[in-house]
């Protein structure tokens, strides 16, 4: 074998067109999938068989597994149907591409994949540049994603073929049967198509370098193998693409698991049914180990997809301490943590907005804040999965009123960050009224937080509330006073500015009220 015959540009070439042309995919699918497309999807995956059937018929037709799988993780990654429907599809996609092994061993047909892709760009790419329409320009945007994603496979193909069209099997001869396996996996993943790894090991069982059992074992290999080109689509993928591609992956791992412990008593059936071609024998086994995987799999694909949504998750860390945890589908225990995680919440929020009060360093980056905002949007996507299942009324209040607490919170923060330039003025001011202006608000805000924080302790004091926002509104008044007596005397500061300031630090004190009373009536709702 000569290792120099791998072309290593066509691969990294590949890659970058593959990767590439997902991505305006993906994007194209997103702005043109309308509520008819999306409701058409789901009806045709809305439960598991249907799921199924929908990937086997749509990858015999297409006839290439790897652009089913692409398309149902560009479809879950745009939010078009769930990692369930998916992995259904993905399940009958392993069937569906036994066809083309089929068409092989009986017609001999072989697809060239550049027919296919180069008008495909050519129709998407013109479309892009000669017509003004919004839709065209999606559809161009679509073409030429499909087209790149498959001229990128075939560029690495390329980049392999000349080294395995000159792979001699006969050197494995003697060596154990996993061996065979291994090298039917490289061989598929090298060349990104199951399709062209299948031909070979027919070619080499036909030419008599392989015999029927070690050609069994090369094509739970090359059907292992596959499974890169999902891989690789969960490159920079958002997390349900993530766990759409490496779902594939885990299915093939079952799959192939099971073929090996079951492999002489799948022959054995083979033989039983009186086929005795060795081509068609080994294509009889590639369809019924797809086969055998689904019957397999699809009673648990309810546990499956739970797992997969539970442990393949993206590099970035979870901001939340409760939700990530729970089980949505379990809706008392979920609003719990939801309770749990929006007391987090306040308490983060009142830390932080307390910081622009006191903090001795220079916060202009406003790092807090908008590590808050990420943390809100993350509690907004866990809690989304709750609605998921059918709600009570009171559920459904019990959330709305979390979700306002949050809200109310951020916006809170928001306020200050909004005037912190004019907190830094006060701060650093030549006038010593402006100072002392600035040094009362600190001691209110002191004061504040401290009674905040003794509210979200006790869970609940309308005459404590009734108190804090009584003196919120008299220390506006007061703030106010000081200003206008300050002007009197001093006119050289913007006063609308200081209005301004005092203005916001009031508004700001009333959404962390606020937030705590929409945080108490979930609780006394619950």
Same mark, same amino acid.
């Given at each position: 074998?000569?290792?120099?015959?791998?072309? !290593?540009?066509?691969? +990294?070439? =590949?890659? $970058? /067109?593959?990767?590439? #042309?997902?991505?305006?995919?993906?994007?194209?699918?997103? *702005?043109?999938?309308?509520?008819?497309?999306?409701?058409?999807?789901?009806?045709?995956?809305?439960?598991?068989?249907?799921?199924?059937?929908?990937?086997?018929?749509?990858?015999?037709?297409?006839?290439?597994?790897?652009?089913?799988?692409?398309?149902?993780?560009?479809?879950?990654?745009?939010?078009?149907?769930?990692?369930?429907?998916?992995?259904?599809?993905?399940?009958?996609?392993?069937?569906?591409?036994?066809?083309?092994?089929?068409?092989?061993?009986?017609?001999?047909?072989?697809?060239?994949?550049?027919?296919?892709?180069?008008?495909?760009?050519?129709?998407?790419?013109?479309?892009?540049?000669?017509?003004?329409?919004?839709?065209?320009?999606? !559809?161009?945007?679509? +073409?030429? =994603?499909? $087209? /790149?994603?498959?001229? #990128?496979?075939?560029?690495?193909?390329?980049?392999?073929? *000349?080294?395995?069209?000159?792979?001699?099997?006969?050197?494995?001869?003697?060596?154990?049967?996993?061996?065979?396996?291994?090298?039917?996996?490289?061989?598929?993943?090298?060349?990104?198509?199951?399709?062209?790894?299948?031909?070979?090991?027919?070619?080499?069982?036909?030419?008599?370098?392989?015999?029927?059992?070690?050609?069994?074992?090369?094509?739970?290999?090359?059907?292992?193998?596959?499974?890169?080109?999902?891989?690789?689509?969960?490159?920079?993928?958002?997390?349900?693409?993530?766990?759409?591609?490496?779902?594939?992956?885990?299915?093939?791992?079952?799959?192939?698991?099971?073929?090996?412990?079951?492999?002489?008593?799948?022959?054995?059936? !083979?033989?039983?049914?009186?086929?005795?071609?060795?081509?068609?024998?080994?294509?009889?086994?590639?369809?019924?180990?797809?086969?055998?995987?689904?019957?397999?799999?699809?009673?648990?694909?309810?546990?499956?997809?739970?797992?997969?949504?539970?442990?393949?998750?993206?590099?970035?860390?979870?901001?939340?301490?409760?939700?990530?945890?729970?089980?949505?589908?379990?809706?008392?225990?979920?609003?719990?943590?939801?309770?749990?995680?929006?007391?987090?919440?306040?308490?983060?929020?009142?830390?932080?907005?307390?910081?622009?009060?006191?903090?001795?360093?220079?916060?202009?980056?406003?790092?807090?804040?908008?590590?808050?905002?990420?943390?809100?949007?993350?509690?907004?996507?866990?809690?989304?999965?709750?609605?998921?299942?059918?709600?009570?009324?009171?559920?459904?209040?019990?959330?709305?009123?979390?979700?306002?607490?949050?809200?109310?919170?951020?916006?809170?923060?928001?306020?200050?960050?909004?005037?912190?330039?004019?907190?830094?003025?006060?701060?650093?001011?030549?006038?010593?009224?402006?100072?002392?202006?600035?040094?009362?608000?600190?001691?209110?805000?002191?004061?504040?937080?401290?009674?905040?924080?003794?509210?979200?302790?006790?869970?609940?004091?309308?005459?404590?509330?009734?108190?804090?926002?009584?003196?919120?509104?008299?220390?506006?008044?007061?703030?106010?006073?000081?200003?206008?007596?300050?002007?009197?005397?001093?006119?050289?500061?913007?006063?609308?500015?200081?209005?301004?300031?005092?203005?916001?630090?009031?508004?700001?004190?009333?959404?962390?009220?606020?937030?705590?009373?929409?945080?108490?009536?979930?609780?006394?709702?619950?």
């Amino acid at each position: 074998m000569n290792w120099s015959e791998i072309k !290593i540009w066509y691969i +990294l070439a =590949g890659l $970058g /067109l593959f990767l590439f #042309g997902i991505t305006l995919l993906e994007d194209a699918i997103k *702005n043109l999938a309308g509520r008819s497309f999306k409701n058409f999807l789901q009806k045709h995956t809305g439960n598991p068989i249907k799921a199924v059937i929908a990937g086997a018929l749509t990858t015999g037709v297409m006839q290439s597994s790897s652009m089913v799988i692409l398309l149902v993780m560009s479809f879950t990654g745009a939010g078009i149907i769930g990692l369930k429907n998916g992995i259904g599809m993905i399940l009958g996609a392993n069937l569906g591409t036994t066809i083309t092994g089929w068409i092989v061993a009986l017609l001999g047909f072989k697809i060239n994949l550049e027919d296919f892709f180069l008008p495909v760009i050519a129709i998407g790419s013109l479309s892009m540049i000669f017509f003004n329409s919004a839709k065209i320009l999606q !559809i161009g945007r679509l +073409l030429l =994603g499909f $087209g /790149l994603m498959f001229m #990128g496979l075939e560029y690495m193909k390329q980049g392999f073929i *000349n080294f395995a069209q000159h792979v001699d099997l006969s050197l494995l001869t003697g060596k154990p049967m996993l061996l065979f396996l291994l090298f039917g996996f490289l061989l598929a993943a090298a060349i990104r198509s199951s399709s062209a790894a299948i031909m070979i090991i027919l070619s080499s069982l036909a030419a008599g370098t392989v015999d029927l059992t070690q050609a069994g074992y090369l094509v739970i290999g090359a059907d292992l193998g596959t499974s890169v080109t999902g891989i690789l689509g969960t490159i920079n993928a958002n997390a349900i693409r993530k766990k759409t591609g490496w779902s594939q992956f885990y299915i093939n791992v079952i799959t192939a698991v099971l073929t090996v412990i079951l492999f002489k008593p799948i022959f054995f059936l !083979i033989s039983k049914a009186g086929i005795y071609d060795p081509i068609i024998a080994v294509v009889t086994f590639h369809s019924s180990f797809n086969l055998l995987g689904i019957i397999f799999i699809l009673p648990f694909i309810n546990k499956f997809s739970e797992l997969i949504d539970k442990y393949i998750t993206t590099e970035r860390k979870t901001i939340s301490k409760y939700l990530p945890y729970t089980n949505t589908k379990e809706v008392i225990s979920a609003i719990d943590a939801l309770k749990d995680e929006t007391f987090s919440f306040l308490q983060l929020a009142i830390q932080d907005r307390h910081s622009y009060f006191v903090s001795d360093k220079n916060i202009n980056d406003h790092q807090d804040y908008f590590a808050l905002k990420a943390y809100e949007n993350e509690i907004f996507d866990h809690s989304l999965k709750i609605y998921e299942n059918r709600l009570s009324a009171t559920e459904v209040t019990e959330i709305q009123d979390l979700f306002s607490a949050i809200r109310s919170a951020t916006l809170a923060v928001k306020d200050m960050k909004d005037i912190y330039h004019n907190m830094e003025e006060c701060k650093n001011s030549s006038h010593d009224h402006i100072y002392s202006l600035h040094k009362s608000i600190v001691e209110n805000e002191q004061l504040f937080k401290r009674k905040i924080s003794t509210l979200l302790g006790v869970h609940g004091d309308d005459e404590m509330t009734k108190d804090l926002q009584a003196d919120i509104e008299n220390n506006y008044n007061k703030m106010k006073t000081t200003l206008f007596d300050i002007y009197k005397s001093k006119q050289n500061f913007d006063l609308a500015s200081m209005l301004n300031m005092v203005r916001e630090i009031r508004d700001s004190e009333n959404l962390i009220v606020k937030a705590y009373e929409s945080f108490l009536k979930a609780n006394r709702v619950g």
